[in-house]
């Protein structure tokens, strides 16, 4: 399916633009009624609860009422775990900047993270590669932080919030009614009103969706979506690997099945995310623990059948790059590492899609995270544009707030959309181009992609670039 960006982003504009004059700009002595929030927040997951912990710190905010309903149960107080957990995420430096200003970094570092000071991606049909680190590799390129540790840590931060948070286990809304749909004098009211699994009705001024891919918020809001399924699934797992070097290089081979990466979570550990057709990530979650670190080292290591044009005309282009261009010492090939075990139990599977909607936001209403934009795990971007919709998000309330205006104004809701797609799609459209190029063995492609890649790997200027593109 051909993917039209261009006429979701223009449509959605006129459309949006004449909800503007309808918008009601505060409900003065509202946030007294036992029923009303000036904002809710649904679900509490990373990027959920980090916005609750932005707006519970954000001074503005001060006397709010903010609220966030999570559909999960309270896990009760976290005790970090001896065993790593499968999940983990790969974080920028902007996620860093972001979790800092509320105190749930320092807790990441008190409890655990490990940094990838470099990166190495390279393909089986041929022999180019391309290597990121910055350039004293003192100064990590990501950290890899396991999904729970950074949840605990936000939680954490967000017990010790200015504002006045509240946080509601076990339960959703069941039902919406959002102003600005529909002709009902209802659907006029100059709030959104939920009704919550519980039976009880709260209102709010602002209705923060962050409830994860398959979004109710989105639904109600009635949003479309642009959805591509990749038929493939992400088998994750924690393995042991062979003493050696330090283990400070993040890995990334292109299969013509899929992208398998190890990210470094320790000295001696590493953890998977193999991203392959649904049937072989079947297979490979149902083999014994020492066949699946053989099919881990196979992926890893074993020369597959090159293609030999693009063979030929990579090394013409070697030639010719290396004739005008200072040889860069830091460039080199490293081999991978041997995998030993895989920890008991570690191996999970989900399956991998893109998922896009088309708008973040309607009067009253705003979509962040996975709720907003999902994405295929291969450059470990998901969380991170999640977390800045969280940055921007809190950034545009503090604008509306300062200026007097009603949180739920569509005007700085839009304001809002606008820098996030602008900073989203191109990336979700970058993700989805390279799962494209990568998924094919056709020879044009397989040489334009090596020549493009080892043309990257060469122009230092180029690859600062796409470093700096990736950690804001
Ligand atoms: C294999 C794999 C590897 C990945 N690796 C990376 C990586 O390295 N780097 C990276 O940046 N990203 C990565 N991602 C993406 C990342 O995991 C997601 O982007 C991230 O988890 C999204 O967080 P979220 O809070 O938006 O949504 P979710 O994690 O889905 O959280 C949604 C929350 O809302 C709650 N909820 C759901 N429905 C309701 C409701 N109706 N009412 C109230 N609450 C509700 C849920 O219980 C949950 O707590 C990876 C993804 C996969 C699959």
Known sequence: ?????????????????????????????????????DIVISGGGMVGAAMACALGNNSLLRDKRIVLLEAGKDTGEFILPEQFSNRTCALNPAT?????????????????????????????????????????????????VENDVILAAIMKALKHVK??????????????????????????????????????????????????SN?????????????????????????????????????????????????????????????????????????????????????????????EIAGKLLGGFKNVLNNILPEDGEGVRQLPPTVIDVVDKSRASFPLALTHSSQYVRPRVALIGDAAHRIHPLAGQGVNLGFSDVSCLNEMLTKATSCGADPGALTHLLQYETERQRQNVPVMLTIDSLQRLYGTEFTPVVVARSLGLHAVHSLPFLKKMIMERASV
């Open 1 to 37: 399916m051909a993917l039209k960006w261009s006429a979701v982003f223009t449509s959605r504009r006129q459309c949006l633009v004449k909800h503007i004059c309808k918008q009601f700009m505060g409900t003065s002595g509202a946030a007294q009624h036992g029923d009303f929030a």
């Open 96 to 144: 860093v900047r972001l979790l800092s200003s509320f105190g749930s970094w320092q807790e990441i570092e008190g409890m655990r993270c490990f940094s990838a000071l470099r990166m190495q991606v390279w393909e089986s049909c041929a022999d180019s590669i391309i290597t990121f680190n910055n350039s004293d590799m003192s100064e990590p390129l990501a950290y890899i």
């Open 163 to 212: 504002n006045k948070v509240e946080i509601h286990y076990e339960t959703k809304a069941t039902a919406f009614n959002l102003p600005g749909s529909g002709d009902s004098e209802e659907a006029k009211l100059p709030y959104v009103k939920l009704t919550l699994n519980n039976g009880s009705v709260i209102k709010t001024k602002l209705l923060i969706g962050a409830d994860g």
């Open 215 to 307: 979004s109710a918020v989105r639904k109600a809001a009635g949003f479309q979506t642009i959805n591509r399924e990749y038929n493939q699934s992400g088998v994750v797992a924690t393995l042991k690997l062979a003493d050696g070097l330090s283990n400070t290089t993040a890995w990334q081979r292109f299969l013509p099945t899929g992208p398998i990466a190890l990210l470094p979570i320790s000295d001696t550990m590493s953890s998977l995310v193999w991203s392959t057709t649904r049937e072989h990530a079947k297979n490979l979650q149902e083999l014994s623990a020492e066949s699946f670190v053989d099919a881990v080292n196979d992926a890893l290591w074993h020369e597959r059948e090159k293609n």
